[in-house]
Antibody, heavy 118, light 108 residues
């Protein structure tokens, strides 16, 4: 059974940093396309970042230069390092898997809430 | 960036009735279109991929159609558990992957 479990969210002041983790079981983060999608309170879904099996990464313009996606294959865990956080980064952050390039995101974690506020 | 536009924003339907949701892409996405259902406090759940293929475990009352720029999700006979938010996602031209803004299906 595939499980994705996010952690690391919380309350952080504007300008601060936070690292989200997504522990995977039932699939390997090293060979799958793993992504982060966020959802601001009461809003829709916004794609944030992706890392392919080969290591290629992409970012949404709204987070480029501030967020870094990575993985630890030995821990089978996906990460999202978030720096210079802004109030509008407040959202539930979901990790999800796409089985291959140009496929939809089929398995999702339960989400981790990040609140950026002073 | 491909912009996905869903309509209507809210759809009021009685249980047992048919619901038809639309998703339009600003340029062709071929058949690389997925539909998701999201309930309050839950992660999105994949319903349909490749515009018309049901994901594993999805009931037959959910069906998808369309290609290019116009897509439809039909729920043939709404059950109580189907009242939720629905999003479309294009995965043809990326980055970025882009979602529609969502359609809320509510009880009439």
């Amino acid at each position: 059974e595939v499980q994705l479990v996010e952690s690391g969210g919380g309350l952080i002041q504007p300008g601060g940093s936070l690292r989200l983790s997504c522990a995977a079981s039932g699939l390997s983060v090293s060979i799958n396309c793993m992504t982060w999608v966020r959802q601001a309170p009461g809003k829709g879904l916004e794609w944030v970042s992706v890392i392919y099996g080969g290591g290629t990464t992409y970012y949404a313009d709204s987070v480029k230069g501030r967020f870094t996606i990575s993985r630890d294959n030995s821990k089978n865990t996906l990460y999202l390092e978030m720096n210079t956080l802004r109030v509008d980064d407040t959202a539930v952050y979901y990790c999800a898997r796409a089985p291959y390039i140009s496929s939809p995101f089929d398995f999702w974690g339960q989400g981790s809430l990040v609140t950026v506020s002073s | 960036e491909i912009v996905m536009t869903q309509s209507p924003v809210t759809l009021s339907v009685s249980p047992g009735e048919r619901a038809t949701l639309s998703c339009r892409a600003s340029q062709s996405v071929g058949s690389n279109l997925a539909w998701y259902q999201q309930k309050p406090g839950q992660a999105p759940r994949l319903l349909i991929f490749s515009a018309s293929t049901r994901a594993t475990g999805i009931p037959a009352r959910f069906s998808g159609s369309g290609s290019g720029t116009e897509f439809t999700l039909t729920i043939s006979s709404l059950q109580s558990e189907d009242f939720a938010l629905y999003y479309c996602l294009q995965y043809n031209n990326w980055p970025p992957w882009t979602f529609g803004q969502g359609t809320k299906v509510e009880i009439k």
